[in-house]
């Protein structure tokens, strides 16, 4: 019944209902405008807020150390626990764009404000597109009346366009549990030339929300955190997590676990080429942290993505990255017996192989994206 | 002049002459048979050895935690700075194989021993090609009585076709300098379905080696070491070093380093499906370990890989690769002025490029290959 929850891997919360993606959680508005900053006029410059009352709110960005102009505005001088609007384009990352850069963001991020009638550290900054090239901020600055003007209830759909950069298809939801509802866009992990991979989540719920920080680093820690397409970090990702407390109750347990872990897998899904996504399952490793490692070594192996566009079962190319991530330790020989990769070899879209390495507890799972001639096409054909 | 050390990189020692690379160092006899391993009656199985008089020699095995079972076998059982012989094939990798893997390798070096008249510790045994399907051992063995009545002075050429899988060329030498000779074998970094990128050389010389583990590893750390083609670390990677001393005198300096860098640079060239090699150079880190992770990050990244293969010269790429080496660090922007990338838009077959972060004197350089829809049809469209 469902058509948002449809991979396998996410079990939908029992009585949760989807409602028009175009709404937003109560509290909530939010629209998306044409600026000019894409070819072709699409959207491209979008706004989320809760203009008054209540917000409870987390802010998580790259790690990445040649971060964003907009990620190092939101790092100095966003008060990340209380996030009320989040001002974002696409087209253009403002990446590696200097101080002019971070002037453009904050400017972006001023006037935003000030249209709103928020103070700026509570408004967040987001970009994603081409990196090294001036933001033309004249024509966002210009399209930021336009969007205050265009704000709604309704708006779920053309901010969801706003975000969106080469992505194939939206990555949006608006589902009601319990009483509380939630709405969600993410984009990614699309790629503008000359750019990289760049993911943005944004959430917004009605239910109050007394630990947004830590509910949002578990969410993202079971979904972005487990997702590679190519195993490069961007400079621009970042997740926002809105609450107006208005239904007067608290998110429904996995409401939001279940939400965000389907937008990422839509996320490797609609990874540059990519065809089919897996999933490398690690058991018995020696704790998390080694099952993890091992997982990712398996899950960003060109090898193994290539046997999952190619639908071969060769365990073989996974004994060696697992052999590669446990470099220098004495292991059992790893075979059939131990590597279960006939999935592989499927005609479903999505596929898991399991390695099970018989020397603890620890497990861990990281979905992965095939490598395809599409990929080499994306990123080596079209040159700056 | 010289038609071997042809890379960029490699700075031929003064006063070097090449000889016919048939021709061994003195005190070495090899030879290279087919034994019917390959399809197609390729040559298959080789043997180089150094019968009696004095020997000293290295020996480095892959440190991949699912290795093959000859690299269990040297590891467990060869006397590593006493190596008079290495008996290997190709076409069949012996790798995930178990216990018959095991008896397989010890059953082929001994009957090799035998027939030379060595102790079995004293000779190496290594192995390439198909993982996970058991070596045709009849056939081994019936090929090294043969082996043994072929071997010659002259035999390097042979013995290199033995060991050659998916190899577009063969990577050898031989080569005088000061009165020393030194002849070199090597492979890789080929494919064989459903098998590994697999990294072999053999090196021997007349030279008195008064250090050959040290000099090994140290020539190893600046060539094999510092190479990559898919980030993969192979099941059987392994490297010998064997002096016969009869030239009564040390190996001239710069020798050793210069023959297997350029040996490490074919591979590289003759990476899967690769067009170009690059090399990632990383100046002004906190230390060489920084830089070489830095530098490796760039190398392995597909958007750098793809980038070089599409003649783009994408800093912006190079900068997100950095900045994820270095994630959390607090960074100055990485643009034009700090990232030389410019030979990645060039005509040659080897570009550089250079990041320069200003923030102490590590320096490190990687080289890699690029990536091509090639290496995605080596890999993806050739199934089990």
Redesign the interface.
Known sequence: MSSFFRSRWVDAPAGVEELDPDSLAPGFVAAGVPCGLKDGGGTDLGLVARRDGEVASALLLT?????AAPIRVCRDSCRAEEVRAVIVNSGNAN????ER?IADALRMRGEAAECLGLEPETVAVAETGV??VPLDIESVSAGIEELCGALSEEGAGSFSDAICTTDRWPKRCTVRMDGVTLSAQAKGAGMIE???ATMLCFVQTDAELDNPDGHLRCAVAGSFERITV??????NDTVVLQGSGEAGKPLPEGLLDAVVLQLALEVVADGEGATRVGLARVRGARGKEEADRVARAIA????VK??L?????????I??????A??????P????DEIEASEL?GAEREAELTLSLDRGDGEAGIFFS????D???L??????
């Open positions: 790690r990445n150390a040649a971060a990446a590696a764009t200097g850069g990196i090294g000359p750019g990289f190519d195993g490069q970090m961007s400079t960003n192996s060109p090898l290539t046997a566009s190619g639908r071969d079962p060769n365990w073989g190319r004994a060696q990255a697992a052999g590669m446990l470099a220098g330790e004495d292991l020989e790893l075979g059939p070899a095939d490598l395809t001639h990929y080499v096409s990123n080596a054909e079209y040159t700056t």
